[in-house]
């Protein structure tokens, strides 16, 4: 079946960077299309980033654009975000989604101190 394990994820002074990873698994990788979400405590679900199954059609929501980066390795069915000049505002836990299906994974926790 589908396994989405995300890790990276820890405590960061605000400034700082992280780099998240998604290990993927039970379905052809290179084939489909991935994104990240993040879900903020006591807020809906929020689109982060996007990639498209060949890596050349990639989207980021306002918020984050300029400071992360979407980026797959398909030989290794590895999904990442690298998350530079992190904000509080970027508090939140971030998951790993294949879009056909929305199928995500169990998250992992960002947080950034002011």
């Known amino acids: 079946q589908v396994q989405l394990v995300e890790s990276g994820g820890g405590l960061v002074q605000a400034g700082g960077s992280l780099r998240l990873s998604c290990a993927a698994s039970?379905?052809?990788?290179?084939?489909?299309?991935m994104k990240w979400v993040r879900q903020a405590p006591g807020k809906d679900v929020e689109f982060v980033s996007y990639?498209?199954?060949?890596?050349?059609?990639?989207s980021y929501s306002d918020s984050v654009k300029g400071r992360f980066t979407i980026s797959r390795d398909d030989p290794k069915n590895m999904l990442y975000l690298q998350m530079n000049n992190l904000k509080p505002e970027d508090t939140a836990v971030y998951y790993c989604?294949?879009?056909?299906?929305?199928?995500r994974g169990q998250g992992t926790q960002v947080t950034v101190s002011s």
């Open positions: 989604v294949l879009v056909h299906g929305n199928i």
């Open positions: 990639i498209n199954s060949r890596g050349n059609s990639i």
């Open positions: 039970g379905f052809i990788f290179g084939h489909n299309a």
